[in-house]
């Protein structure tokens, strides 16, 4: 049986596919300094998962982390681009060298393949709809420039040491397990409790901006396939649904599902924010055989469910 890392498996995504490698009857091992992520999104796990509490940034860490294992799901990551504009080190530290540390360990342990979370924002704010992979990067914040470095890093060792390593462009993931308490928040977790509350969802600039916002399930699947896909590794590829929404879009599919109208806030755009991002997903339908089981709207039912079962 295949032994898993998954980095920052206490996290959103990472604590998700916990779950879906634990239901495929796997071997789990989570590397997590829960920083950012939470415990208690791998309590229902009990003792049928291996829990390392350690940080990417120490390479003894990444050492134990990785022995014996076969696949790597590296999601640990410091997110949110605001973050980054007031701490480029940090996010320096913990995205790209994190996992130059994590490639450089999982190399010496001869890891069967190793699977990056890359970003849409590497994209930057150029105006052409979709982002393709062949684009070129553009990016704007010091995470964009992180999440680039570490996933040129990924596919490096790909071409130089021929390790098998392939990188995911997640786009604007949400779900359950999300964090709506950060200041950093997601979107939609930020506007659920906010309905939910009977408070005013905040957009900062004029709601117009719009994204291809990517249930968490889609997600774990695309990581699922990109360990086994033989023609994934040294590619890097979208995982999205190849839709884009606006935030007052969403804001109104929210009022309509929750039943709440309570007027949304504009507040001034932020810095390093992209204005427009949408999904190419071809690439990912041929190299993993990748298509999106779950859309926009369902995704967002099945959020709001969860949180008004486990957050209200």
Same mark, same amino acid.
């Given at each position: 049986?295949?032994?898993?890392?998954?980095?920052?498996?206490?996290?959103?995504?990472?604590?998700?596919?916990?779950?879906?490698?634990?239901?495929?009857? $796997? /071997?789990?091992?989570?590397?997590? !300094? @829960?920083?950012? *992520?939470?415990?208690?999104?791998?309590?229902?796990?009990? #003792?049928?998962?291996?829990?390392?509490?350690?940080?990417?940034?120490?390479?003894?860490?990444?050492?134990?982390?990785?022995?014996?294992?076969?696949?790597?799901?590296?999601?640990?990551?410091?997110?949110?681009?605001?973050?980054?504009?007031?701490?480029?080190?940090?996010?320096?530290?913990?995205?790209?060298?994190?996992?130059?540390?994590?490639?450089?360990?999982?190399?010496?342990?001869?890891?069967?393949?190793?699977?990056?979370?890359?970003?849409?924002?590497?994209?930057?704010?150029?105006?052409?709809?979709?982002?393709?992979?062949?684009?070129?990067?553009?990016?704007?914040?010091?995470?964009?420039?992180?999440?680039?470095?570490? $996933? /040129?890093?990924?596919?490096?060792? !790909? @071409?130089?040491? *021929?390790?098998?390593?392939?990188?995911?462009?997640?786009? #604007?993931?949400?779900?359950?397990?999300?964090?709506?308490?950060?200041?950093?928040?997601?979107?939609?977790?930020?506007?659920?409790?906010?309905?939910?509350?009977?408070?005013?969802?905040?957009?900062?600039?004029?709601?117009?901006?719009?994204?291809?916002?990517?249930?968490?399930?889609?997600?774990?699947?695309?990581?699922?396939?990109?360990?086994?896909?033989?023609?994934?590794?040294?590619?890097?590829?979208?995982?999205?649904?190849?839709?884009?929404?606006?935030?007052?879009?969403?804001?109104?599919?929210?009022?309509?599902?929750?039943?709440?109208?309570?007027?949304?806030?504009?507040?001034?755009?932020?810095?390093?924010?992209?204005?427009?991002?949408?999904?190419?997903?071809?690439?990912?339908?041929?190299?993993?055989?990748?298509?999106?089981?779950?859309?926009?709207?369902?995704?967002?039912?099945?959020?709001?469910?969860?949180?008004?079962?486990?957050?209200?």
């Amino acid at each position: 049986m295949a032994l898993y890392l998954v980095t920052g498996g206490g996290g959103f995504i990472g604590s998700n596919l916990v779950k879906a490698l634990v239901e495929r009857g $796997e /071997r789990v091992r989570v590397l997590d !300094n @829960f920083a950012t *992520g939470k415990r208690a999104n791998l309590a229902e796990f009990g #003792n049928g998962i291996e829990v390392l509490d350690g940080d990417i940034r120490d390479q003894a860490a990444c050492t134990r982390a990785v022995e014996s294992v076969d696949y790597v799901l590296h999601q640990a990551a410091l997110g949110s681009v605001p973050r980054s504009v007031q701490d480029p080190m940090t996010s320096h530290e913990v995205n790209a060298t994190g996992t130059l540390n994590l490639l450089l360990a999982a190399r010496t342990a001869k890891v069967r393949r190793f699977v990056f979370a890359s970003s849409s924002s590497v994209y930057g704010n150029t105006p052409t709809l979709p982002k393709e992979e062949s684009m070129p990067s553009s990016p704007i914040s010091p995470y964009a420039v992180s999440k680039l470095a570490a $996933e /040129r890093y990924t596919l490096s060792f !790909n @071409f130089i040491y *021929g390790m098998e390593t392939v990188a995911l462009r997640y786009f #604007n993931v949400f779900g359950p397990k999300q964090d709506p308490d950060s200041q950093y928040a997601a979107v939609i977790p930020r506007f659920i409790m906010a309905l939910a509350n009977n408070k005013a969802p905040v957009i900062y600039g004029d709601g117009e901006q719009s994204r291809d916002f990517t249930f968490v399930e889609n997600v774990v699947q695309a990581n699922l396939l990109a360990c086994v896909a033989p023609e994934a590794p040294g590619n890097v590829m979208n995982i999205a649904c190849g839709e884009r929404y606006s935030l007052n879009l969403l804001a109104k599919c929210l009022y309509e599902i929750m039943d709440k109208h309570v007027p949304a806030v504009y507040e001034p755009e932020r810095s390093g924010d992209v204005k427009h991002s949408m999904a190419a997903i071809e690439r990912a339908g041929h190299l993993l055989s990748f298509s999106p089981r779950v859309k926009f709207q369902e995704g967002l039912q099945r959020t709001v469910a969860w949180y008004l079962t486990e957050k209200v």
